[in-house]
T-cell receptor, first 115, second 115 residues
Framework: EAGVVQSPRYKIIEKKQPVAFWCNPI?????LYWYRQNLGQGPELLIR????????DSQLPKDRFSAERLKGVDSTLKIQPAELGDSAVYLC?????????????FGQGTRLTVV | AQKVTQAQTEISVVEKEDVTLDCVYE???????LFWYKQPPSGELVFLIRRNSFDEQNEISGRYSWNFQKSTSSFNFTITASQVVDSAVYFC????????????FGQGTELSVKP
């Protein structure tokens, strides 16, 4: 079974440019998460989806970040415009649903460098 | 406030040594889950264990063992007879039963096992 797939693996952009990250969760997983991991830190949740619905986006900086999960499968996270402080690894994770009963499975992440 | 503290930023051991990674958590909730994840250089977070707050039984899986003590709010992880392949960053995380699937991670402990 394929794991969580993210692309691209690496991205370097200039500040003020837009950037987008893509995530394909494990087949059949209804819950999808986007986390941001700063260097030397643990991941922090940005947004959680249950199917197509964003059920927790309280940590998403909505002035420049947006996310979507059309058809309740793949998801895209966008930053526009990017700032130097956005340099981090962006991790996508999925779980079958019923988070109380299962663990989340993570992708390899997208390492973003803003210069 | 909920918080996870991993006081050891880096640990270096020689192969075959035993090593314990400490994790202390804070929460006023009575129902929660605790996790350990491994993050190898490739970047993905690999699930190791999940424990709920009502199950204080220690667990052993091969060379890995976990000691959960509610009295000290600790969930420590021991690797017996460490191997070079154990080198990675290890994260302890907390999930609150009533706050969705949001994982609260510690800052991680980087374990280096030298031959």
């Amino acid at each position: 079974e394929a794991g969580v797939v993210q692309s691209p693996r690496y991205k370097i952009i200039e500040k003020k440019q837009p950037v987008a990250f893509w995530c394909n969760p494990i087949s059949g997983h209804n819950t999808l998460y986007w986390y941001r991991q700063n260097l030397g830190q643990g991941p922090e949740l940005l947004i959680r989806y249950e199917n197509e619905e964003a059920v927790d986006d309280s940590q998403l900086p909505k002035d420049r970040f947006s996310a979507e999960r059309l058809k309740g499968v793949d998801s895209t996270l966008k930053i526009q415009p990017a700032e130097l402080g956005d340099s981090a690894v962006y991790l996508c994770a999925s779980s079958p649903g019923g988070y109380r009963d299962t663990e989340a499975f993570f992708g390899q992440g997208t390492r973003l460098t803003v210069v | 406030a909920q918080k996870v503290t991993q006081a050891q930023t880096e640990i270096s051991v020689v192969e075959k040594e035993d090593v314990t990674l400490d994790c202390v958590y804070e929460t006023r909730d009575t129902t929660y889950y605790l996790f350990w994840y491994k993050q190898p250089p490739s970047g993905e977070l690999v699930f190791l264990i999940r424990r709920n707050s009502f199950d204080e039984q220690n667990e052993i899986s091969g060379r890995y063992s976990w000691n959960f003590q509610k009295s000290t709010s600790s969930f420590n992880f021991t690797i017996t007879a460490s191997q070079v392949v154990d080198s990675a960053v290890y994260f302890c995380a907390l999930l609150l039963y009533n706050q969705g699937g949001k994982l609260i991670f510690g800052q991680g402990t980087e374990l280096s096992v030298k031959p």
